[in-house]
């Protein structure tokens, strides 16, 4: 019923007015609506019914307010800069192997959201020679 009166299924409408109740998502869907010549105001009516508004905020590129304001970490790095960022850390690291870099100088990579920086650091400190050779042996 819900979905012949509306456009979309009851979960997805209310998935919607929940996204709308948030002020700050609000703002951002108004921003990119009014980009794209439609109000947040004509929801629910004949200019923009609910099944438009939700596949307009559903499909909204990376470049949008409403993306920006989801996803505060990464809406920078799109596809183009993660794969510029590879091409940046694979010249450094062909520059370093060419000019006989030392391995304390090996460049560290770009930092990228979601990516946690490799540590190569093993324990806090020395270990005694039985404590290595347990180890060693896979007892530990």
Do not use: C
Not at 47 to 64: G, M
Not at 67 to 76: I, Q, V, W
Request: proline share 5%.
């Amino acid at each position: 019923m819900i979905r012949a009166v509306y456009g979309l299924g009851f979960a997805d409408l209310h998935a919607l007015l929940e996204t709308l109740d948030d002020d700050e998502h609000r703002e951002a869907i108004e921003a990119d609506l009014i980009a794209l010549g439609l109000r947040l105001r004509h929801a629910g009516t004949d200019a923009l019914a609910w099944h438009e508004l939700y596949a307009v905020i559903r499909h909204l590129p990376r470049t949008s307010a409403f993306y920006r304001a989801t996803h505060p970490d990464d809406h920078e790095w799109s596809l183009d800069a993660l794969l510029l960022a590879e091409v940046a850390d694979a010249l450094r690291v062909a520059n370093w192997q060419r000019g006989g870099g030392r391995r304390h100088e090996y460049p560290k990579p770009i930092p990228r959201p979601g990516v946690e920086p490799e540590s190569t650091t093993y324990g806090k400190g020395a270990v005694s020679i039985d404590e290595m050779e347990a180890w060693l042996a896979g007892t530990m």
